[in-house]
């Protein structure tokens, strides 16, 4: 069966998903508790029952994410860089959107009064409003990645 990328990444989840109430309900299921001259209560849990559909759970999971790596790792995107080089760009991008950010929220002149009522003057070295208009370029740019990530993640299709 063919889905694309983005399907493939919620497949994922959902079996991640599953997998953890399967443990859960086994964590609640697995022991049983009585008093002594009662008889235990029969419970609903079979310990090689749930190892196996969570042995098949991660075998599915991971067939799909060798899949979406391969895909990842060969899928280029219309500036050239493969999906996964694009994700790792955009981590980059946002760090870098991140500095900027703080640097673009100061002034380039500042003055106060300390406690001992002496002026003092603070200046940035370097220009807030490159800074601003730097991150907005980013900004855009990191728009238009994630676009062609998204792009991609939906017109990619892996066989599972």
């Known amino acids: 069966m063919k889905i694309c990328l983005s399907e493939a990444m919620k497949r994922v989840k959902e079996l991640n998903e599953r997998k953890e109430t399967l ?12 008093r002594e001259g009662e008889k235990p209560v029969p ?48 981590a980059q991008l946002n760090g870098e959107s991140a500095r900027l950010e703080g640097l673009a929220m100061y002034e380039k002149l500042t003055r106060r009064i300390t406690a001992n009522g002496v002026l003092e003057y603070t200046v940035c070295n370097y220009d807030p409003g490159v800074a601003i208009s730097d991150r907005e370029e980013l900004r855009a740019k990191i728009y238009g990645l994630q676009l062609a990530i998204d792009r991609a993640n939906l017109n990619t299709f892996i066989e599972v």
């Open 43 to 90: 419970v609903d849990y079979d310990y090689t029952k749930t190892r196996e559909k969570i042995a098949r759970i991660d075998a599915e999971v991971r067939a799909i994410r060798c899949g979406i790596s391969l895909a990842n790792c060969t899928v280029k995107l219309d500036d050239g860089l493969t999906i996964g080089e694009a994700l790792i760009y955009l």
């Open 23 to 34: 443990i859960l309900s086994e964590q609640s299921r697995m022991r049983t508790s009585y």
